[in-house]
């Protein structure tokens, strides 16, 4: 139980372009749920909490208008990096949480974006 | 000071040894504890999660967390080169009706030699 997929595991595409990345909670249903950037050989670096039918909350320095977050169902959201830079090059994992005595955060496989 | 501490690594075992993984944290408000197993290019899986001090052992893994210092680990008992990946400990607090967001040790690399 408790499985999340993310879609696509991997992205090629041009500076300029907008990329969505999509996260989905399979078998539970998600309130809420992260999105992380991690950059390599780091840690995780926390960037939204998505809400379902709210705004996503953004971390301080993460420019809201660049990643667009939307949580239209509570097993869904998605993410999308608008006007895509090569410092935009990351690997993108996204977490849905389930809500128990310990809201543990369950997480999707990663999704790495390659801008040229 | 970050909120939470781990020790990077690498450490290198060699097969059949326990590994006792560690994190040390400032905010007494923690109160749920995880850790997280993260292969190369992969998201990270949970491993085991627990509340308040204890320990909580799921077959080779067991994990403690000793509030009063602020401290907790993980031990691999019968280490496998399969278990070679970076651990990831995790902690957050709650406030009024849910956690709070995850906050995350920098991981341990570790590498486990047949």
């Known amino acids: 139980g408790a499985v999340v997929s993310q879609h696509p595991s991997w992205v090629i595409c041009k500076s300029g372009t907008s990329v969505k990345i999509e996260c989905r909670s399979l078998?539970?249903?998600?309130?809420?749920m992260f999105w992380y950037r991690q950059f390599p050989k780091q840690s995780l670096m926390l960037m939204a909490t998505s809400n379902e039918g709210s705004k996503a909350t953004y971390e301080q320095g993460v420019e809201k208008d660049k990643f667009l977050i939307n949580h239209a169902s509570l097993t869904l959201s998605t993410l999308t990096v608008t006007s895509a830079h090569p410092e935009d090059s990351s690997f993108y994992i996204c977490?849905?949480?389930?809500?128990?005595?310990?809201?543990?955060?369950?997480f999707g496989p990663g999704t790495r974006l390659t801008v040229l | 000071q970050k909120e939470v501490e781990q020790d990077p690594g690498p450490l290198s075992v060699p097969e059949g040894a326990i590994v006792s993984l560690n994190c040390t944290y400032s905010?007494?408000?923690?109160?749920?504890f995880m850790w997280y197993r993260q292969y190369s290019r992969k998201g990270p899986e949970l491993l085991m999660y627990?509340?308040?001090?204890g320990n909580k052992e799921d077959g080779r893994f067991t994990a403690q967390v000793d509030k009063s210092s602020k401290y907790i680990s993980l031990f691999i008992r019968d280490s496998q080169p399969s278990d070679s990946a970076t651990y990831l400990c995790?902690?957050?607090?709650?406030?009024?009706?849910?956690?709070?967001?995850?906050?995350f040790g920098t991981g341990t690399l570790l590498a486990v030699q047949p």
């Open positions: 078998d539970f249903q998600a309130t809420t």
């Open positions: 977490s849905a949480r389930l809500e128990t005595w310990a809201d543990t955060q369950y």
């Open positions: 905010n007494s408000a923690f109160q749920y």
């Open positions: 995790a902690m957050s607090a709650r406030y009024g009706g849910a956690t709070n967001k995850l906050i």
């Open positions: 627990t509340y308040s001090s």
